[in-house]
């Protein structure tokens, strides 16, 4: 069963932390992505890599960077975190070439509240 | 740029009640359209896709077909389920710029099924 994890379900930070949020695939896919989603508004799409240490900014990079290491983890970074990065984050993975025809794997998602 | 807009809901129905999900789109070239799927405390998974107009895309009694002169892609199931009950995300893939495509989601729709 082809799998996508996500390091945490809910996590609670404090504005200013710096804050990683995990994600790891078992399915040897090339692309990876991270998405914030928010009611009424679907999913964003924040950064997504195309190979190791390869990167690309998505619609909302601000605030946010990326590190892709190894093909199997993709790791969000929020540098200092703020309020208006409270939301559910969604990690995603898809095979190489264009997501118009490879269907995207998601992870079951972070919550993340900011205090 | 392009786009995706779908009604928000929430939609309640009775099982076995008929189901549509309209979704209509804007875009530029020639996109691929899918509908993904969210289950309580899940990401997301795909449910069905078209990649050409007039194409049909099925998948657990569901249907979408691609219509190019209307831009619409609208979800259908002609009894529902209980188990039917989650969010559901109209999407479509917008070919950019650079070698790397990607994928615009609407802001969902949440399903109800009440026995």
Known sequence: DVKVTQSSRYLVKRTGEKVFLECVQDMDHENMFWYRQDPGLGLRLIYFSYDVKMKEKGDIPEGYSVSREKKERFSLILESASTNQTSMYLCASSEAGSVGYNEQFFGPGTRLTVL | GD???????????????????NCTYTATGYPSLFWY????GEGLQLLLKATKADDKGSNKGFEATYRKETT???????????????VYFCALSEVMKTSYDK????????????P
């Open chain 2, 37 to 40: 799927v969210q289950y309580p």
């Open chain 2, 3 to 21: 786009s995706v807009t779908q009604m928000e809901g929430p939609v309640t129905l009775s099982e076995e009640a008929f189901l549509t999900i």
């Open chain 2, 72 to 86: 619409s892609f609208h979800l259908e199931k002609g009894s529902v389920q209980v188990s039917d009950s989650a």
């Open chain 2, 103 to 114: 994928v615009i989601f609407g802001p969902g729709t949440s399903l109800s099924v009440i």
